[in-house]
C-alpha cells in the first residue's frame, strides 16, 4: 500500500513560517513528487506550487515570493517553505506524486491525506 504523508502543519499567526514535508511509503519503484495543492473551507482545490524533476519551479500567483517549493531526489521528499504566512493561506494543503508500484505497473498519480495550516489574524 502507498502512503504520502504530509507533515508540519498547525497554527502559527500572521507572517510567521511553516515548512511542510510530504514523504512517501509503501510499495514504490520509482516516484516523481509534483508539487503541493491547498483547499480552504467552501472554496475549490488550488494548485500551490509545482516542481519537476529537473527542478523546475512554479507558484501560484497568491504565493510568489512567499512560498518555496524545493525536493530531495535522494529521499523522494518534497517541501514546502511557507514564510509571511496571511489568514488567506488557512486550508488543508496536500502533496501529490506520480509514481509506480512496480517495472510494469503505471504511472498513477497519488495524493496525501492532507495538513492543516491556520494563520491567525
Known amino acids: 500500500q502507498v502512503q504520502l504523508v504530509e507533515s508540519g502543519g498547525g497554527l502559527v499567526q500572521a507572517g510567521g513560517s511553516l515548512r511542510l514535508s510530504c514523504a512517501a511509503s509503501?510499495?514504490?519503484?520509482?516516484?516523481?513528487?509534483k508539487g503541493w495543492s491547498r483547499q480552504a473551507p467552501g472554496k475549490q482545490r488550488e494548485l500551490v506550487a509545482t516542481?519537476?524533476?529537473?527542478?523546475?519551479?512554479n507558484y501560484a500567483d497568491s504565493v510568489k515570493g512567499r512560498f518555496t517549493i524545493s525536493r530531495d531526489n535522494v529521499n523522494s521528499t518534497v517541501y514546502l517553505q511557507m514564510n509571511g504566512l496571511k489568514p488567506e493561506d488557512t486550508a488543508v494543503y496536500y502533496c501529490?506524486?506520480?509514481?509506480?508500484?512496480?517495472?510494469?505497473?503505471?504511472?498513477?498519480?497519488?495524493w496525501g491525506q492532507g495538513t492543516q495550516v491556520t494563520v491567525s489574524s
Open positions: 501529490y506524486a506520480d509514481l509506480r508500484t512496480s517495472r510494469f505497473a503505471p504511472v498513477s498519480t497519488y
Open positions: 509503501g510499495n514504490i519503484f520509482s516516484i516523481n513528487p
Open positions: 516542481i519537476t524533476s529537473g527542478g523546475s519551479k
